[in-house]
């Protein structure tokens, strides 16, 4: 059974950091993308990041370029979500999405599975 579990959301305050993981298991393919969303209620939810393991190609929204960073550890299966000044506006939950076949990584379709989520708050 396929399973993605985060961790590493907290509470923080403004212009701290944080270092979210995600754990991939159940898979007998590497998924071909694997990327970070957010959601806060009453709002959509939006792509953060996006990663394909196999040859590491990224993807940032602009709202976190020169903050975030997504990276991966194949041998772990795992995958980063670096964030550095962190912002009010960045407290969230924060959901790792996993991608077998690949497509437009903003677009929710993409995803064949998704985890439970994590929350991250910023304080001011």
């Known amino acids: 059974q396929v399973q993605l579990v985060e961790s590493g959301g907290g509470s923080v305050q403004a212009g701290g950091t944080l270092r979210l993981s995600c754990v991939a298991t159940g898979y007998a393919r590497r998924p071909w993308m694997m990327s970070w969303f957010r959601q806060t209620p009453g709002k959509e939810r939006e792509g953060v990041a996006a990663i394909t393991p196999g040859d590491g190609t990224t993807w940032r929204a602009d709202f976190v370029k020169g903050r975030f960073t997504i990276s991966e550890d194949s041998s772990k299966n795992t995958v980063y979500l670096q964030m550095n000044a962190l912002l009010p506006e960045d407290t969230a939950t924060y959901y790792c999405?996993?991608?077998?076949?690949?497509?437009?990584?903003?677009?929710?379709?993409?995803?064949?599975?998704w985890g439970q989520g994590t929350q991250v708050t910023v304080s001011s």
């Open positions: 999405a996993a991608s077998t076949n690949g497509g437009p990584w903003l677009r929710r379709e993409t995803y064949d599975h």
